[in-house]
């Protein structure tokens, strides 16, 4: 196994000590010949439990059905129908008698395998039998002891898998070992410290949280949360966002009353250092010109203190009804969620010129999120990659329209490939001589105190920040005149300085039809 998944193993993923007990005494007395069916009893137990009925304390006979579950979510999965996260929340949702520790068991063992798919299919070509089982065994042996697994296995399956663990995974080729398609392989070797960077993508993620800052302080959030059930969850501050909570093992964060309040959300460090690099002010313009589901627009509008317009565009109905219901807990006022089209969209076009402030989290292949979807290694190819890279230069030209003279333009991604990253800003700028490069280091030095940042992008890795991958540059439009405007036009819409005085807060709706009609 991956070195680096023993550490892991040893902080409690295994089953209860009770099981653990059960597992043993099985094991040591060697009662059942492996290669025989499990007796009738427990084959209706197995059956039972596959079913999702209630557990059943023969450890045999949980190795055996959990394998069996991990191997139909797997089977799915692997058609690349669906995003892994979806269908497993689907099969989840399926099974709701299924205890907390079986649904954490399979979803682990799920991931696992789709982090080593590639290592582990070259292992499943020796062996028999289905090949899917022998994934789900692969999977399943990083987080079950041994003891509890061989109860589940014969003993061909045993020698089997007791043969690829002894494989010196060093003697593999890098793509192999490190479980990647060659494209990427290729191009992540060009990365400085491209071992680290995979082997920190290749690993599982804490769970970081963000509070709100319109309803509290990060100190007494880790009070509270450290005073109650979430103690398990070794809460912690993030080391770079004044806003992060970072907890270990897999928190049910949105059954928590702090949730429900609207008093934290899930956000990664890195998104949350993006609202810093954004620097909303109070009263201001602001789009949100990706908005997705809103993750980022709650941290944007609070630093807003929930003043001004925050417009939160997307194409996709669907993401922005998502946000709606996160909005109305987070107590945020000044949110205008509005759907766009692609192209020509008539409503930002009137936005000309108008915002403070726009981002741009462009869609991208996510590869800086491998930690939590290492699906995307196989779901992504070279033809995705180059749609996406256009798709994010178009997105870019056209939010760049919308900056006010003297406003700022910041383009993010969650990927750590320069196609993405810096070889689109070098492009823009190239195109858009108004618009000059910020060093991303000096806006958030403020807010993030202990981040140091190399060159004028903020860039932040799983192997050197504990984040996830991720990339944003900042840029400043000219104070002179729009290029693309008569110069009387581009003089009424100046950036509003952020010492004036608010503007009058209109309903959500009413705010978007006036910021658009006072320049139709
Ligand atoms: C990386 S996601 C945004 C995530 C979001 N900012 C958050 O924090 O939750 C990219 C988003 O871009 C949207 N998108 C794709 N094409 C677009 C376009 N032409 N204009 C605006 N949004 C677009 C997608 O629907 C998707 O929600």
Known sequence: MNSTDKPRRAQG??????????????????????????????????????????????????????????????????????????????????????????????AEAVFDVLRHLRRYRQFAESGSGPAARRLAILGLASVFDKAVLDTGLSDTEQHWLEHVQRIDVKSLSRAVRDSLPDWLDERLAKLEAADSLIAALNKSAPLDVRINPLKGDRDEMLKLLRSGPAARYDPQPTPYSPWGIRMQGRPPVNRWPMFEKG??????????ILAALVAPKRGEMVIDYCAGAGGKTLLLGALMRSTGRLYAFDVSAARLARAKPRFARSGLSNIVPVVINADNDQRVKRLRGKAHRV???????????????????WRQHPE?????QDMQASILRQAARCVAPGGRLVY???????????????????????????????????????????????????????????????????????????????????ARPADAPEPPQDAPEEALDADMDAQA
């Open 412 to 494: 993010a991604t969650c990927s750590v490939l320069p196609e993405e990253n810096e070889d689109q800003i070098s492009a823009f700028l190239a195109d858009n001589p108004d618009f000059t490069l910020l060093d991303a280091s000096n806006i958030v030095a403020d807010r993030c105190k202990n981040l140091t940042l190399q060159g004028p992008y903020l860039s932040m890795r799983p192997d050197l920040h504990g984040t996830d991958g991720f990339f944003a540059a900042v840029m400043e439009r000219a104070k002179a005149a729009d290029p693309e405007k008569p110069a009387a036009q581009a003089k009424e819409a100046p």
């Open 263 to 272: 008093e934290i959300e899930v956000q990664d460090e890195g998104s949350q």
């Open 13 to 106: 993923k295994r089953p209860e000590p009770g099981r653990q007990e059960h597992a043993r005494g099985g094991a040591r007395s060697g009662q059942r010949d492996r290669h025989a069916p499990a007796p009738a009893r427990d084959q209706d137990a197995a059956a039972r439990q596959a079913e999702g009925g209630a557990y059943v304390s023969r450890p045999y006979v949980m190795a055996a059905v959990r394998i069996d579950q991990v191997r139909t979510v797997l089977g799915e999965i692997l058609q690349w129908k669906f995003p892994a996260d979806a269908v497993l929340s689907r099969w989840l949702r399926a099974h709701p008698k299924l205890g907390a520790r079986d649904r954490g068991e399979v």
């Open 384 to 388: 995705s990659l180059q749609e996406l």
């Open 359 to 377: 981002l741009v989290d462009a869609p991208c292949s996510g590869l800086g999120t491998l930690r939590r979807n290492p699906d995307l290694k």
